[in-house]
């Protein structure tokens, strides 16, 4: 999911919609806002899809969310109200609690009552059963929540930024006028003309109001970013841990060629996500990049949308006849979760006349479940979950399969404070 926030900042509405466009890649199944006074627009659908109208031209001050399911029903849309014991409040929440369930089932045990089926409205329990004042409440409910959150409160008098003591998924802020914005990645604020972005560090909370900025530490793990995001889930011209997305990729198809040398004639990236590391791939191997696979823009991320995805791989995902007919070629995606995507891309480019179809992939086979809020699906689902390459290969259907190593991904994103427990299965929590 995405989350984006604006304190003190003129045509909030409109800002927040911007924003949440610049996200609109991290959700695309559900939108909402909530403004000054918690009036509330919430929908099915795109950014501007829902957000038609410019609405409350007066507000300053909001949050808003971009979802895709991890958890929850379809219903279940974000920004959460409620009226506290401290306070009215609102929420939007990026992430998923492992065990998310057991928390719920201990808060009804002490007489809470839930108002839908998300995880996230732990938080506002938390919150309303701790003592103290409301920021004091606040910092207890993180502290009692391992992970995994980035996490935005809407109060009457301030704007609350958190992230989880690993940091597993992303926040960022920065000036905007004399006000504040926050959001999921650092490419949607720079779109706006955000100035001064900096990240929300792990294990903190800062709260924006009109006294000013005040930040609370309140663990001190060692940070855990989550590697899904260099390798698929955010935007190209992101960056995090001072890397850039882009280039990180672009190194993981380097690495990938390093790894496994391989003789063909061309090299065709599965479009949007595969294309950095295609590039890195053609660069290091000398073999030409082009495009064999045309993407129709107007069709969605196909792995968000929970059903028909065959049928919307096959609409979004086009040959082209005359780049691949009769060559042997190399495709190259970012990953392989369910196996349904490739097993689709090397049957077309066969289709198509492709003489040989390889398939490179610049992350490691995802074996395990993703409980921090990447929806990589129950081990059953993940087609190499309990299977070896080369059953895979045989699946999808493949003349060759290979995977880039744990140890090349993280040498091409150069940093070592990552999560990378849907590869290795060393989870951050219990
Ligand atoms: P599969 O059909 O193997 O399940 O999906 C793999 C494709 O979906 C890849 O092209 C990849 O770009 C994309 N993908 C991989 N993991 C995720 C994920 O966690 N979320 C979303 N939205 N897409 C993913
Ligand atoms: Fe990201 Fe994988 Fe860790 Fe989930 S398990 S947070 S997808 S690296
Ligand atoms: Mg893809």
Same mark, same amino acid.
């Given at each position: 999911?995405?989350?984006?926030?604006?304190?003190?900042?003129?045509?909030?509405?409109?800002?927040?919609?911007?924003?949440?466009?610049?996200?609109?890649?991290?959700?695309?199944?559900?939108?909402?806002?909530? &403004?000054?006074?918690?009036?509330?627009?919430?929908?099915?659908?795109?950014?501007?899809? &829902?957000?038609?109208?410019?609405?409350?031209?007066?507000?300053?001050?909001?949050?808003?969310?971009?979802?895709?399911?991890?958890?929850?029903?379809?219903?279940?849309?974000?920004?959460?109200?409620?009226?506290?014991?401290?306070?009215?409040?609102?929420?939007?929440?990026?992430?998923?609690?492992?065990?998310?369930?057991?928390?719920?089932?201990? =808060?009804?045990?002490?007489?809470?009552?839930?108002?839908?089926?998300?995880?996230?409205?732990?938080?506002?329990? =938390?919150?309303?059963?701790?003592?103290?004042?409301?920021?004091?409440?606040?910092?207890?409910?993180?502290?009692?929540?391992?992970?995994?959150?980035?996490?935005?409160?809407?109060?009457?008098?301030?704007?609350?930024?958190?992230?989880?003591?690993?940091?597993?998924?992303?926040?960022?802020?920065?000036?905007?006028?004399?006000?504040?914005?926050?959001?999921?990645?650092?490419?949607?604020?720079?779109?706006?003309?955000?100035?001064?972005?900096?990240?929300?560090?792990?294990?903190?909370?800062?709260?924006?109001?009109?006294?000013?900025?005040?930040?609370?530490?309140?663990?001190?793990?060692?940070?855990?970013?989550?590697?899904?995001?260099?390798?698929?889930?955010?935007?190209?011209?992101?960056?995090? =841990?001072?890397?850039?997305?882009?280039?990180?990729?672009?190194?993981?198809?380097?690495?990938?060629?390093?790894?496994?040398?391989?003789?063909?004639?061309?090299?065709?990236?599965?479009?949007?996500?595969?294309?950095?590391?295609?590039?890195?791939?053609?660069?290091?191997?000398?073999?030409?990049?082009?495009?064999?696979?045309?993407?129709?823009?107007?069709?969605?991320?196909?792995?968000?949308?929970? &059903?028909?995805?065959?049928?919307?791989?096959?609409?979004?995902?086009?040959?082209?006849?005359?780049?691949?007919?009769?060559?042997?070629?190399?495709?190259?995606?970012?990953?392989?979760?369910?196996?349904?995507?490739?097993?689709?891309?090397?049957?077309?480019?066969?289709?198509?006349?492709?003489?040989?179809?390889?398939?490179?992939?610049?992350?490691?086979?995802?074996?395990?479940?993703?409980?921090?809020?990447?929806?990589?699906?129950?081990?059953?689902?993940?087609?190499?979950?309990?299977?070896?390459?080369?059953?895979?290969?045989?699946?999808?259907?493949?003349?060759?399969?290979?995977?880039?190593? =744990?140890?090349?991904?993280?040498?091409?994103?150069?940093?070592?404070?990552?999560? &990378?427990?849907?590869?290795?299965?060393?989870?951050?929590?219990?």
């Amino acid at each position: 999911c995405g989350i984006a926030g604006v304190w003190n900042v003129k045509d909030a509405f409109s800002v927040l919609h911007d924003v949440l466009l610049g996200l609109q890649h991290r959700g695309q199944e559900s939108v909402g806002v909530v &403004v000054d006074g918690f009036k509330t627009i919430k929908g099915k659908g795109l950014v501007d899809t &829902v957000l038609t109208e410019d609405r409350w031209e007066d507000a300053e001050k909001g949050i808003g969310h971009v979802r895709y399911s991890t958890a929850g029903s379809l219903e279940d849309i974000q920004p959460i109200v409620a009226f506290t014991r401290k306070g009215r409040l609102a929420i939007a929440h990026n992430g998923n609690i492992p065990n998310g369930e057991k928390w719920i089932e201990m =808060l009804k045990e002490k007489g809470a009552v839930f108002q839908s089926s998300l995880d996230s409205e732990v938080f506002l329990h =938390l919150i309303s059963m701790s003592e103290g004042d409301l920021k004091e409440s606040i910092v207890k409910a993180l502290k009692k929540v391992p992970l995994a959150y980035s996490l935005l409160i809407l109060h009457e008098e301030f704007l609350a930024a958190a992230r989880d003591p690993y940091g597993v998924r992303p926040l960022f802020y920065g000036k905007y006028g004399d006000g504040i914005v926050v959001a999921s990645e650092d490419a949607a604020l720079k779109a706006i003309g955000v100035e001064d972005i900096e990240e929300v560090p792990s294990g903190t909370v800062v709260f924006f109001s009109n006294k000013g900025t005040e930040t609370v530490r309140f663990s001190k793990k060692e940070k855990r970013f989550c590697s899904f995001e260099f390798i698929y889930f955010a935007r190209p011209d992101s960056h995090f =841990l001072d890397q850039s997305v882009h280039i990180a990729r672009y190194r993981m198809g380097e690495e990938l060629y390093r790894e496994n040398p391989i003789e063909a004639d061309v090299v065709v990236p599965v479009l949007d996500s595969g294309l950095s590391g295609a590039m890195g791939f053609s660069s290091a191997s000398g073999i030409p990049l082009d495009i064999g696979l045309m993407r129709n823009r107007y069709v969605g991320r196909s792995f968000i949308m929970p &059903v028909d995805r065959e049928k919307i791989v096959k609409k979004k995902l086009v040959p082209i006849e005359d780049v691949v007919s009769g060559k042997r070629v190399v495709v190259i995606d970012d990953s392989i979760v369910r196996g349904t995507t490739m097993g689709i891309i090397v049957k077309i480019l066969r289709e198509a006349g492709a003489k040989e179809v390889h398939v490179g992939i610049h992350s490691p086979p995802v074996r395990f479940p993703c409980f921090y809020g990447i929806d990589t699906a129950r081990k059953k689902e993940l087609v190499a979950g309990e299977r070896a390459v080369e059953e895979v290969k045989k699946i999808v259907n493949a003349d060759s399969l290979f995977y880039l190593s =744990l140890e090349g991904l993280k040498r091409a994103i150069g940093r070592s404070e990552l999560c &990378v427990a849907c590869f290795s299965g060393e989870y951050l929590h219990e």
